[in-house]
């Protein structure tokens, strides 16, 4: 039986991520005082997520020989492989785990534009979320403000076409329903507010609350609200729109009379139905069935001031026809409480946003200034001594470099010459260890460095009291200790070292060179 990964699952892998983000970052799971329990819980601890920056050894040319210095150059794409995980977390130089406020689900950023075709919101349509042909997504952005479209087709003289949308959506009523003035037959549902302020609102998306501010009232404007009918079979041989039914009942499985009628279309020439429209409600006076639905509704709707018990829960769709037959339909209703207090889980929230601030160099200069060419995620990463870390709580910043200290004091001309990614070697024969190098710290006499796969280098740790070299120039000697960050101990509980952590998601970009006096605010978007 092949797998199919629906929207809810998307969303719920989303939620899932979002809510490990927050949890760990704000709760006390890994304290044993106030979870004195949580050794009988095998599948929970307190994860620790972090935004790293690293690589500051160039890439190779790419795959069209631009090197990347080049305008046309374009960085290598993530491969997913073991190797590349390992060295994602080798090429490291900072870390800044992600504070629960900087977690977020989002949607993409749809802006409504004059003149466009929009989808209406149907549960039996799997693309109502993306463009196809000349129809665009359901859910627009606009003075922001996310919107619904629950009709394109609700003006009585517009039945037989769908126009482009020239009226901007509004919410006259907060998380109410909007149609007035709108010729072109477009109803929008205010479902939620965009937080211009939010550093996760970018050009392509913004971040939907999980827990938005709804009140009772505004909950009954859209709660258990019939918003669409779709087609799911058009059947075959209607030469004349068929009768369409529909039976209601409310959350207690009683029947409920909306007064609602439908009115079928079809294609003449297929002879097969293509939609049905909400034709009117039991509200007077109506002229007569050709009024639409929504006329009634604007702002408010039939059962607003309902029961949560009697609100519309389940709806069935029947269509009957002396000569055609096979049609079927669905209808799409609104959850209990209302489209906006659900919003979270009913649009396209599979994006996961993520962001961090690197200011400066950080607390101790943890946050080196030197080029990084991956942002990462990365899960559980742990070094030698976290007590190191620096920053506020739920915000620590580690510096992931490994280091060797230095004993004596290196020739000025040599050091001074090092540029970020070079060379340097220390030791002789075959165990000889290389690697790049990054920065030289004359306060601490630590030369920070890193290894990765790449066959210039190695991952043999710098042996103590051996000469580091650039080429056929000696630096300096390592120390006794021979003091660097070890690697990471499959047998240490917790693991210790620097390459160890689990990676989340990496993005390789061209190199971005940071400063001592500037801030990065790094966004990651995950699509899940």
Known sequence: MPAII?????????????????????SNFDSSSENPNENTWPYRSNNRYSIGL??????????????ESSTGFSPPSPEGTIQEDHDVISNLSV????????????????????GRKYKVYDEADDDMFYTSGDLYPCVVTHNNKVYLCLSNTATPSNFTAVAGSTTAPSAAST?????????QGYVWAHVANIDSSDPLVTNQFVPINSSP?????????????????????GGSGYTNPPSVSITAVDYDGDFVDTGITAKAVIDTEGKFVTRIDLVDADQSPLVDGSESYWDHIDGDHLSSQAAVSNRVKYVTVSITDSVGTGATAYATVAPVDGYAASAINILPTWFVGLTAEFVNTETDNDAA???FRQVSLLKNFAREDDSEASGATGESVLDALKYVKLTGTPATAIIDGLSQGDVLTCGTGSATSKFYFDYYDSTTKN?????????????????????????????ANTDTEGTYRPEYNAYDSPPTGTTNGEVIFHENRAPFQRGSSQTEEVKLIIQL
């Open 54 to 67: 690293g690589k500051a050894d160039p890439w190779g040319n790419d795959s069209n020989g631009n090197s």
């Open 175 to 183: 998380y109410g329903v909007t149609s007035s003035g709108d010729a």
């Open 6 to 26: 629906t929207d809810d699952f998307r969303r719920n892998q989303a939620k899932l991520l979002v809510n490990d983000i927050k949890a760990s970052a704000d």
């Open 447 to 475: 030369l920070y460095y890193h290894q990765n796969s790449n066959p210039d280098v190695n991952f043999v740790d710098p042996p103590a009291s051996t000469s580091v070299k650039s080429g056929s120039n000696a630096i």
């Open 213 to 233: 501010s709804v009140t009772d009232a505004e909950k009954q404007k859209t709660g258990g609200l019939i918003s669409h009918i779709g087609v799911t079979n």
């Open 369 to 371: 200034v030197i080029d």
């Open 95 to 114: 870390l800044k785990d992600v504070a629960s406020a900087g977690a977020k689900q989002l949607i993409a950023k749809n802006p409504w534009t004059s």
